[in-house]
């Protein structure tokens, strides 16, 4: 192969790592890849023989992907920090806003913060309007929640 095909090869497949890892945003696995095809298409402007770009191109992936894989599992177990979603809820108190009732097709409403959420109580129990409620879990669009102590706030 033409030493000028691999310029061309290495800044193809550099660009492919990239965008990999920006579609699978969040791992941290071809990001490395990238960085160290982009070196090795440095490496194969610069004139150098295939094999220096190769050995470029491992070498610096190595390092990166050794840099990189704390850090990537540092933000795994973190979680998410900021509170995105609605599984940011769980745990949250609120108040009832309309009635809870155990009859299926009529859905209660809880204010949690400053949102208006659909609720349910797990065992499709009944909580009166102005009751204090913790959020257990979300299923789909609504919370389920329970009763904070029968703590009522003034209506």
């Given at each position: 192969?033409?030493?000028?095909?691999?310029?061309?090869?290495?800044?193809?497949?550099?660009?492919?790592?990239?965008?990999?890892?920006?579609?699978?945003?969040?791992?941290?696995?071809?990001?490395?890849?990238?960085?160290?095809?982009?070196?090795?298409?440095?490496?194969?402007?610069?004139?150098?023989?295939?094999?220096?770009?190769?050995?470029?191109?491992?070498?610096?992936?190595?390092?990166?992907?050794?840099?990189?894989?704390?850090?990537?599992?540092?933000?795994?177990?973190?979680?998410?920090?900021?509170?995105?979603?609605?599984?940011?809820?769980?745990?949250?108190?609120?108040?009832?806003?309309?009635?809870?009732?155990?009859?299926?097709?009529?859905?209660?409403?809880?204010?949690?913060?400053?949102?208006?959420?659909?609720?349910?109580?797990?065992?499709?129990?009944?909580?009166?309007?102005?009751?204090?409620?913790?959020?257990?879990r979300i299923e789909g669009t609504r919370v389920v929640v329970k009763p904070i102590g029968g703590e009522t706030e003034p209506g």
């Open positions: 192969m033409e030493p000028e095909v691999w310029r061309w090869i290495w800044l193809v497949t550099s660009a492919t790592f990239v965008v990999g890892e920006i579609a699978m945003a969040g791992t941290f696995f071809l990001l490395p890849f990238g960085v160290g095809a982009a070196v090795a298409t440095v490496v194969a402007f610069a004139g150098a023989d295939a094999s220096w770009q190769w050995l470029t191109f491992v070498v610096v992936s190595g390092g990166s992907f050794a840099a990189v894989r704390p850090l990537a599992r540092r933000l795994e177990r973190g979680g998410n920090p900021i509170g995105v979603g609605a599984g940011r809820l769980v745990g949250e108190t609120g108040v009832v806003i309309a009635d809870l009732t155990p009859d299926p097709e009529q859905m209660g409403v809880v204010r949690i913060g400053r949102e208006e959420w659909n609720a349910e109580t797990p065992d499709q129990g009944h909580l009166a309007v102005g009751t204090r409620i913790e959020v257990l």
